[in-house]
């Protein structure tokens, strides 16, 4: 009753109603685009292409675009270079003055770095188009098929494939500012979710034709446990521990400022799903390395077993090591102290200046700890998850880049929704509390 309650209060909210019904619309442009092939491929030629994208990095940079790279669409680069480029303006932000200069400089500077984002996802898109079309052309050569890309031809569909991508990045800007909000983050979320109906009805035709029987009973495990990962997950990405800030009393005039007790959210889980992407990019360069050898032995032999121990170990220590370089640059405990002692803030018990950032500091070590650890066994799960039977398309969503992300997008879009509704005096969608969405949490990039 409480939920048919609640999407009566959705229905019954005009700006809420067209704000959805347009987000759906996008979507759905979206997802036609997606199917849409490029021009001069035959699709019954790329069987070669969705199995080499069926494993690996490749894997990932398909779910991400809903399927459209392994179909070889006009949307096949998807927004992958948009959120590379926004990666790397973000680093640029950490270590160059002048782009931090601009992150200060409020909304003139935000448009200016999504400028510069821009322009950079235009480069990367023109790097990226050729090497998509002469791995396109390998791998229908090889099924068999026939394709031909003279230089013009490997232009036009580069500015085919760089127009998809950019198309994709309009529709995300036009769901922030007519649709629901989210809208980069949401075309992603769409673009995985694309690909779990399909993986949940092949696992469990997989279960009901094991010959061995039971294959339902563990098929209903296999969702629980999806269930209960999806649950971890969610306090990866809520997690904080609140640090009391004591704010001392001032006295203008006739009244009485400050002196209220407040708390400062230090998330469990500060780098988000952002050592996850670092991590990937590195062990990828060795399976690029043996693509130019014949040895595949050894040290690069295990390497590139996706699914092997060690393979899956060095990333697991490479998630937690960079999960402590990216918290250590992007919180910055000596900037937390300073904010305090401006606005008469102090924490009880400890002195401010020096042994605040030194207790600041103590606390997000102590807490970074933990979260890096479960963020790495969030990340390897989905090779455990094939390792005991699992087909890969539905252990991918058992942990990783994809879980995170779905988690994290989804808790937002509740959050947009719950604040639509309390603006107009109605119940959220939690009654023990507002939801917690990545503002308090984890981001996606």
Request: glycine share 12%.
């Amino acid at each position: 009753m409480g939920f048919t309650q609640t999407v009566k209060n959705i229905w019954s909210v005009d700006d809420l109603r067209k704000r959805l019904g347009i987000t759906i619309l996008l979507v759905i442009v979206y997802r036609f685009g997606c199917y849409v092939v490029l021009p001069g491929i035959n699709p019954d030629d790329l069987m070669a292409l969705k199995n080499f994208t069926s494993d690996g990095l490749m894997q990932l940079l398909d779910m991400f675009s809903g399927g459209a790279f392994s179909q070889a669409s006009i949307f096949a680069l998807g927004i992958m270079p948009y959120i590379t480029a926004s990666i790397v303006i973000q680093l640029l932000g950490m270590v160059l003055p002048a782009f931090q200069k601009m992150q200060r400089e409020g909304e003139s500077g935000r448009m200016k770095l999504n400028q510069y984002t821009r322009y950079l996802t235009v480069l990367i898109l023109l790097v990226q188009g050729p090497a998509y079309l002469l791995n396109l052309q390998y791998q229908v050569r090889a099924a068999g098929g026939i394709i031909e890309m003279n230089f013009w031809t490997v232009v036009f569909m580069t500015i085919v494939l760089a127009a998809g991508s950019m198309f994709i990045m309009w529709l995300g800007e036009r769901i922030d500012q007519k649709g629901i909000g989210n809208g980069i983050s949401f075309i992603i979320l769409i673009g995985i979710m694309a690909r779990f109906p399909e993986a949940v009805i092949q696992e469990f035709t997989g279960r009901l034709m094991n010959s061995a029987g039971g294959g339902l009973v563990i098929f209903l495990v296999e969702l629980i446990i999806l269930v209960a990962v999806i649950a971890g997950a969610v306090l990866l990405v809520q997690g904080t521990r609140k640090v009391p800030v004591q704010y001392a009393k001032r006295i203008q005039g006739n009244r009485q400022y400050g002196g209220a007790r407040q708390y400062i959210p230090l998330k469990v889980n500060a780098a988000g799903v952002m050592p996850i992407i670092f991590a990937q990019a590195i062990m990828f360069i060795p399976v690029t390395m043996v693509g130019f050898t014949t040895d595949h032995s050894g040290f690069f032999g295990a390497m590139t077993d996706l699914y092997g121990f060690w393979y899956n170990l060095v990333y697991f220590i490479m998630i937690v090591a960079f999960t402590y370089f990216y918290t250590a640059i992007t919180v910055r405990p000596a900037q937390m102290a300073e904010d305090m002692k401006r606005n008469n803030g102090f924490i009880p018990g400890v002195k401010p200046g020096k042994p605040t950032v030194e207790y600041l500091d103590t606390i997000m070590s102590r807490i970074t700890l933990p979260g890096s650890i479960f963020l790495g066994i969030v990340a390897i799960l989905p090779a455990i998850a094939h390792v005991v039977g699992l087909n890969r398309q539905f252990a991918a969503f058992f942990g990783g880049t994809s879980l995170l992300i779905m988690v994290g997008v989804i808790l937002d879009t509740l959050r947009i929704i719950e604040g639509h509704l309390l603006m107009r005096h109605y119940d959220g969608l939690m009654k023990e509390g507002r939801i917690k969405g990545r503002t308090t949490g984890s981001g996606a990039f």
